[in-house]
């Protein structure tokens, strides 16, 4: 069973601009949950979608944006880029998105200039 | 409001000796408790969980303990190798489900 699958993995961007990450769940999978990693911080909730609907949203601003299509398939979008975006976004997926073993994607790392 | 305190952020043991590693929570409503490791550049996996109803779990060399009343669990790791070297995350469930609040890591050093 091919894994989580987290495109592109590696991007870099300039401040303003904007930039959407994929996210290929387990297959089976419905719940996909994003989250952002980085040095010092660990992982900080983003949002968690199930059956293409948003159940949960973490403290981000609302330049941060997510969505899941009706293969489970999902895309963050972050807008106007800002330096203290870049970090590590690691997609995870499970299958009820209830109490349980998430499983991550390798990420996806943003470096913004 | 919710919060995992992990601790300590960095631990250095010689192979062959024990790690513990500590995490405090502040919903008391939490009944599921996951630790993830990370090693270097690759994504984190599950190693171990427990859910609130029992108070200790072993896997092999890992355990995990919990302690309700305090509100905190800890990772035990025991004789150490130097393929355990890695950051470990404890997580907890937060506020309005379907989400989890992660420590902020301890980066595990198995010296040899």
């Known amino acids: 069973k091919a894994g989580v699958t987290q495109t592109p993995r590696y991007l870099i961007k300039t401040r303003g601009q904007q930039v959407t990450l994929s996210c290929s769940p387990i297959?089976?999978?419905?719940?996909v949950s994003w989250y952002q990693q980085t040095p010092g911080q660990g992982l900080q909730f983003l949002f968690e979608y199930f059956s293409e609907t948003q159940r949960n949203k973490g403290n981000f601003p609302g330049r941060f944006s997510g969505r899941q299509f009706s293969n489970s398939r999902s895309e963050m979008n972050v807008s106007t880029l800002e330096l203290g975006d870049s970090a590590l976004y690691l997609c995870?997926?499970?299958?009820?998105?209830?109490?349980?073993?998430?499983?991550f994607g390798e990420g996806s790392r943003l470096t913004v200039l | 409001g919710e919060n995992v305190e992990q601790h300590p952020s960095t631990l250095s043991v010689q192979e062959g000796d024990s790690a513990v590693i500590k995490c405090t929570y502040s919903d008391s409503a939490s009944n599921y408790f996951p630790w993830y490791k990370q090693e270097l550049g690759k994504r984190p996996q599950l190693i171990i969980d427990i859910r609130s109803n029992v108070g200790e779990k072993k896997d092999q060399r890992i355990a995990v303990t919990l302690n309700k009343t305090a509100k905190h669990f800890s990772l035990h790791i025991t004789e150490t190798q130097p393929e355990d070297s890695a950051v470990y995350f404890c997580a907890a469930p937060g506020s309005g489900t379907y989400k989890y609040i992660f420590g902020t890591g301890t980066r595990l050093k198995v010296l040899a």
């Open positions: 995870a997926s499970s299958l009820s998105g209830d109490t349980g073993e998430l499983f």
């Open positions: 297959s089976g999978h419905r719940s």
